[in-house]
């Protein structure tokens, strides 16, 4: 699906196939890696679902990890993929908004610089348009009881 919407591909970098799996790659790993972790610890906090210590901390430690390794790649480079923005900024940017909004209160953020410089790179691009703006920020670390 993802290739049929970029405009002729270019949203794959180079279109080589190496970085069409890079991106591909980076896609994966927010969504699965990532996003699977984040959605435990946010229904657990929200109370969707019944507050489980031992999945809960599983999954925050988890999401550290994850967002420890993007952030290094990311202190090394502007965006996930390339010198430019790629399918996969676009596709990930997005999947960081809840634990923005919701549980990633400043100490956290200020662990992963280089993961927030880029979500603002990203959103302040023309594609993006400073869409996420107005979102203000979680202030507080909340666990569920």
């Known amino acids: 699906m993802a290739e049929l919407v970029s405009d002729k591909n270019v949203l794959f970098g180079d279109n080589s196939p190496a970085q069409r799996a890079e991106i591909l790659g980076w896609m994966q790993i927010f969504n699965i890696e990532l996003m699977n972790n984040v959605a435990v610890y946010l229904l657990q906090t929200l109370g ?11 999954s925050w430690k988890q999401v550290e990890r994850q967002l420890s390794i993007i952030d290094a790649h990311l202190t090394k480079n502007t965006y996930l993929v390339g010198e430019k923005i790629t ?3 676009l596709y990930c940017v997005p999947m960081l908004y809840k634990g923005l909004l919701l549980l990633w209160d400043p100490a956290f953020r200020a662990r ?4 927030m410089r880029w979500f603002e790179t990203v959103n302040k691009s023309p594609i993006f348009d400073g869409f996420f703006d ?4 979680a202030t507080e670390y909340k666990r569920p009881q």
């Open 134 to 137: 107005n979102m203000k920020y």
């Open 87 to 89: 399918l996969a900024d």
């Open 48 to 58: 969707t679902t019944k507050y489980d210590a031992e999945s809960f901390d599983n």
């Open 112 to 115: 992963f610089p280089a993961v």
